[in-house]
């Protein structure tokens, strides 16, 4: 089992930028891919990037490519998000999840969740 909590949300400005952090506590966290998710207030949860196990493949939303970068450090037990030239659209609570097997979108195909972090833009 996996315990995760998110940090590093806050309210920045557009075009900026955020750095959130998910530690991740219990056994054989470098066995799980990683993903992160967001939901904005009326809407579904959403897919934004995922990392393998090893860290050698990541996938990511269209939306964010070029502007967020996803990596991990299994030795930290930490998977972070770097958000550059955040747009109001990225609003949104940001949300850890760790996954047994590969890379997938979507977020009922995940195990285990942190509480969530509140990113806020203001344009």
């Known amino acids: 089992q996996v315990q995760l909590v998110e940090s590093g949300g806050g309210l920045v400005q557009a075009g900026g930028s955020l750095r959130l952090s998910c530690a991740a506590s219990?056994?054989?966290?470098?066995?799980?891919?990683m993903g992160w998710f967001r939901q904005a207030p009326g809407k579904e949860r959403e897919f934004v990037a995922a990392?393998?196990?090893?860290?050698?493949?990541?996938f990511s939303l269209d939306a964010v490519k070029g502007r967020f970068t996803i990596s991990r450090d299994n030795a930290k037990k930490m998977v972070l998000l770097q958000m550059n030239s955040l747009k109001p659209e990225d609003a949104a609570v940001y949300y850890c999840?760790?996954?047994?097997?590969?890379?997938?979108?979507?977020?009922?195909?995940?195990?285990?969740w942190g509480q969530g972090t509140q990113v806020t833009v203001s344009s």
């Open positions: 999840a760790a996954r047994r097997r590969g890379i997938v979108t979507r977020y009922n195909e995940y195990d285990y």
């Open positions: 219990g056994r054989n966290f470098s066995s799980y891919a």
């Open positions: 990392i393998s196990w090893s860290g050698s493949n990541s």
